[in-house]
């Protein structure tokens, strides 16, 4: 462990808690792709569930919160484009339609 540590130059509890944190982001991201892997598998068609959007959402906002952390230029650009993004498809599905 001691040798993750230093290889992650984490030499902090502090560190090493947004270091979990970005992780958990990264998890929460990834599961989007999980859960419209398995919705399309069931659906023998390529399909789009609302929870890949609300992945996105959650897992976009903790890697922006990550980026601003580590004073990430990349991420934080990549992310709050990205959040427009999810938001706006969230308006679509439950919006009111004008």
Known sequence: ????????????????????????????????FLVQWISSERARASV?????????????????????????PIIILGQSVGIIIYLRNLWFIYGVKL
């Open 48 to 72: 789009m569930p609302h929870a890949f959007w609300w992945f996105s959402l959650l897992g976009g906002v903790m890697l922006l919160i990550y980026g601003f952390e580590q004073r990430e």
């Open 1 to 32: 462990m001691q040798a993750v540590l230093e290889f992650f130059e984490i030499n902090t509890q502090r560190e090493l808690w947004w270091l979990i944190f970005g992780l958990a982001a990264q998890c929460m991201f990834f599961m989007r």
